[in-house]
Structures are given as C-alpha cells and as structure tokens.
C-alpha cells in the first residue's frame, strides 16, 4: 500500500541540470523522511540526500554538496530532487526511499529502508 514512484530521469549534457519527482501514494509523505539515493552502472547505491517534513536536509555525499538539492510539494505529495551542474560521474539510477515510521533522517544512510521506488535513470553525456 505504500508506493513510491521516481520520475523524471532522461539523457542531459554536463552541466546541465534535472529534476526528479517522487510521488507517494498510501501515505502522507510530510509525515515522513525521503531519502534518495543514486546507483551509478556496477557500482552500489550510494546515499545522496534526505529530507523530512519539515524540510530539515540531510546530505551524506560531499561529491554532490552544492549541487543537488531537495524539496517538497505537500499538496501533491511529492517530493523532489533538484540536479544541478551535472557531471558525467552523475550518471546512474537514482531512487527515493523511505522505512515504515521514518520521521527524520538518519545520521547514516542506507539505514535500512525497506520502501523504494522502482528507480528512474539519469544519463549525463554529450
């Protein structure tokens, strides 16, 4: 019953930027933490990013520090994932996750989150 669903991805130029959305569904997502994370090709899921509903970030990965950001659609129930000054080394599938009576973020990611998207890929190349 509780879904989430990444959105967004495509093919972008360096330096470009992107917007990701994740959509909850069978859930108020303002009562809960989302944390996202990314999966570059043979590599393992990376933690990025994590907000909570009041819009409290946590970041976990100094390589997109300043350049990606997180925010929030409470009315949609969305939440979104901001890409910018994109870099080829950003390339993978990016997800947002959350754990049943996640709150806040936690210090360390992945925390074992057990709800996750089906995952939305981003390609950053000329």
């Known amino acids: 019953q509780l879904q989430l669903m990444e959105s967004g991805g495509g093919l972008v130029q360096p330096g470009g930027s992107l917007r990701l959305s994740c959509t909850a569904s069978g859930f108020v997502l303002d009562n809960y933490a989302i944390a996202w994370f990314r999966q570059a090709p043979g590599k393992e899921r990376e933690g990025i990013l994590c907000?909570?509903?009041?819009?409290?970030?946590?970041n976990y990965a100094d390589s997109v520090k300043g350049r990606f950001t997180v925010s929030r659609d409470g009315a949609e129930n969305t939440a979104y994932l901001h890409l910018n000054s994109l870099k080829p080394e950003d390339t993978g599938v990016y997800y947002c996750?959350?754990?049943?009576?996640?709150?806040?973020?936690?210090?360390?990611?992945?925390?074992?989150?057990?709800?996750w998207g089906k995952g939305t890929l981003v390609t950053v190349s000329s």
């Open positions: 907000s909570n509903g009041s819009g409290t970030i946590t």
């Open positions: 996750a959350t754990k049943w009576w996640l709150i806040n973020c936690p210090r360390r990611l992945p925390y074992g989150m057990d709800y």
